[in-house]
């Protein structure tokens, strides 16, 4: 019985090196100390050892049982490590130099962002965000929008199950549902139900379309959103500020034109393009940028303005279709790739 335990001691840390897998390890484990195991067959023949023998057998099998568990306890921990190690992939190095080294860029889409924001807090306006998360209240009701407007189609707007809960973004109706904004446009209503005119605001942030992805459209993109409400505001002044801020950012050369649209929030309401053929890779003669209008009177009802005191324009472009005039980009995707060779350009 000694020799069979010896035999069995000798041949286990070979036997359990090879173990790379914990199913190999629990096959392993079974034949040493489980219930039909060689280990525990020896301590079922303990019976069997003469009577003067028996302190010493057990001792023996003993001290051997917590070699043995050691042995298991070690190898278990080492296919865990493996495994561990396995889906961290190679070691870094975090002390060697990066190749990037430096302090970075930032992304064009930023650049515009920031530059459009100081253009327009020179003009009085102050940034303000929204959230991305929306409700159909704040993205389309008070806005004019009906609810059977195209819009609002589950294919063109992303919403959240009947059961989603977003603690922190007030919702103005109980049963409405949650969505992503399709545009910066709601907040003009957060910012108009926080405070009384005259209101001078810019937005810029997020949007979320289910548009397909071509070289020009892509599901989340960026747009930035102004509105001015004040006494007696034209369309003169909408049609100055426009001239102004595309002037300031693109060139004096740069000229607007208005084409009649319809916007549910505004009345009347244009598209707006640009003429600006002294810019890199501007082949066209009129490029749309965005829309805009006079505050719709519906818009200041629902958000408790006398609509025969106050008036007020609003506009709404997209940052991409900026940065792409403004740096001669020609596909929108390069924006979202990180590929650092494009973003290297930009500083
Ligand atoms: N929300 C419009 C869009 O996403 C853009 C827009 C049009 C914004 C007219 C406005 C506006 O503020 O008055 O296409």
Redo the contacts with the bound molecule.
């Keep these: 019985m000694q020799d069979t335990l010896n035999a069995l001691l000798a041949k286990a840390p070979a036997e359990l090196a090879a173990l790379n897998s914990r199913a190999e390890f629990e096959a392993a484990k079974a034949r040493y100390v489980g219930p039909n195991g060689e280990f525990t067959a020896l301590m079922k023949q303990l019976g069997t050892v003469p009577k003067e023998q028996r302190p010493v057998m057990g001792k023996l099998i003993n001290e051997a049982k917590g070699q043995l568990q050691a042995q298991l306890d070690a190898t278990l921990q080492r296919i865990a490590d493996a495994e561990i190690a396995a889906q961290l992939g190679p070691a870094v190095d975090p002390t060697l130099p990066s190749p990037d080294a430096g302090p970075g860029t930032y992304h064009p889409l930023t650049l515009v962002r920031e530059e459009m924001c100081r253009i327009l807090r020179k003009a009085g306006f102050t940034v303000v965000e929204g959230p991305e998360v929306e409700t159909e209240y704040y993205c389309f009701d008070a806005l004019n929008t009906p609810a059977d407007h195209p819009a609002r189609d589950a294919q063109d707007t992303f919403y959240f199950p009947e059961t989603a809960r977003f603690g922190n973004v007030s919702k103005k109706v109980e049963n409405e549902r949650y969505l992503l904004r ?4 709601s907040v ?1 209503i957060r910012t108009m139900l926080k405070g009384q005119p005259p209101i001078r605001i810019v937005s810029p942030g997020r ?1 979320y379309r289910r548009d397909t992805t071509d070289a020009t459209h892509s599901a989340n993109f960026h ?1 930035l ?3 001015y409400v004040d006494k007696n505001v034209t369309v003169r002044d909408l049609k100055a500020l426009l001239d102004y801020i595309f002037g300031s950012l693109l060139g004096k050369d740069t000229i607007t034109r208005f084409r009649p649209h319809y ?1 549910g ?2 009345e009347p ?1 244009f598209e707006v393009d640009l003429s600006a053929k002294h810019l890199p890779k501007v082949n066209k003669e009129w490029i749309e940028i ?4 006079m ?1 719709d009177p519906a818009v200041f009802e629902a958000v408790g303005y006398d609509p025969n005191v106050w008036s007020g ?5 997209g940052l991409e279709r900026l940065a792409m005039l403004v740096y001669g980009i020609d596909d929108i995707r390069y924006f979202y790739q990180n590929d650092v060779r494009f973003l290297r350009q930009f500083s």
């Design positions: 399709t545009h910066t446009s003009q949007v747009q959103e102004c509105l916007f929030y505004t309401s965005g829309g805009c209008g505050v324009y609003a506009f709404g472009m």
